[in-house]
């Protein structure tokens, strides 16, 4: 448990939790950001810089523009004057704490016969591009019409609809 | 602890904010960020289990944490897209006023 850990850790859940606890939607996508850095950094931590430098291309770079642009699209940076929460929030709060409970009971009792392996594993771009050209070229095209077809179809969904265009 | 337990309790920790986050919000992008967070922690175990298992070298984790990455930025664009329309729609994101389905 090192301290890079401690800390990465530390910005990535306090990111989260700011992201879903903030009043202003504005600055919940600010702290979004700052969850999907703290993990973009986790990654590089982990060995994986590949997918530590594709989080922050795609989720950085395009979800939390995204999410910015939405946001100000439907106004709704404008905090409502009664309140942010739904009427269950007590019921939503006890399911995820519940669903924490488990999930890191989970951890702790299996956490001697969880796998280590001291030294870290290099994962080379070459390598990366060769295994999706290789095993995984059936999983990439599939991804790449599954990617043609969510955005067309968000383009589609979006669209305004001009009246009477036949 | 080994460091596999701490990054897997860091994305069992993130998972569950980000479903509360899902289930106690009210405007729909609030709910959509929420699943962004859920999905991160998926990402996070997979390459937690890729960098500590036993076989690194077929990089089975780091294909399916990538592969992931872009199913989530579809659902991202799409469900953003919806909750535009439904915005223009009904002129409101929050989800407990979207009680009907009929336009």
């Known amino acids: 448990m090192s301290f890079a850990f401690c800390v990465l850790a530390a910005l990535t859940v306090a990111g989260g939790l700011a992201a879903v606890m903030l009043k202003n939607t504005v600055h919940c996508a600010l702290a979004l950001t700052v969850a999907f850095a703290g993990q973009a950094l ?9 997918a530590g430098f594709v989080q922050v291309l795609v989720y950085i770079g395009a979800v939390a523009i995204l999410v910015v642009f939405a946001i100000l699209l439907t106004r709704g940076s404008e905090t409502p004057t009664d309140g942010v929460y739904s009427r269950y929030w007590i019921q939503g709060v006890l399911i995820s704490a519940g669903v924490f409970a488990v999930l890191g009971w989970a951890i702790l009792q299996s956490a001697s016969q969880l796998p280590h ?3 870290t594993p ?3 771009v070459l390598q990366i591009g060769n295994a999706l050209m290789g095993r995984y070229v059936l999983p990439l ?5 599954l990617l043609t077809a969510a955005l067309i179809g968000a383009v589609i969904i979006a669209m305004h609809e001009k009246e009477g265009a036949e | ?8 309790l860091v994305a069992a920790l993130l998972f569950s904010i980000g479903l509360a986050g899902a289930l106690t919000r009210r405007n729909a992008i609030l709910v959509l960020i929420g699943i962004e967070l859920m999905l991160n922690a998926a990402n996070l175990n997979l390459i937690a289990f890729w960098r ?6 077929l990089l089975t984790g ?7 990455i872009a199913v989530a930025a579809a659902e991202a664009a799409v469900g953003l897209g919806l909750v535009i329309q439904i915005y223009r729609h009904a002129h409101t994101t929050e989800l407990d006023k979207m009680n009907r389905m009929k336009g």
């Open chain 2, 1 to 8: 602890m080994t460091p596999l337990a701490g990054f897997l």
């Open chain 1, 122 to 124: 290099t994962a080379t």
């Open chain 2, 52 to 57: 500590y298992g036993p076989h690194p070298e």
């Open chain 1, 141 to 145: 095209e599939i991804i790449a019409v």
């Open chain 2, 62 to 68: 780091m294909m399916f944490a990538i592969f992931s």
């Open chain 1, 117 to 119: 392996v001291a030294q």
């Open chain 1, 42 to 50: 986790l990654f590089l931590e982990l060995g994986a810089q590949f």
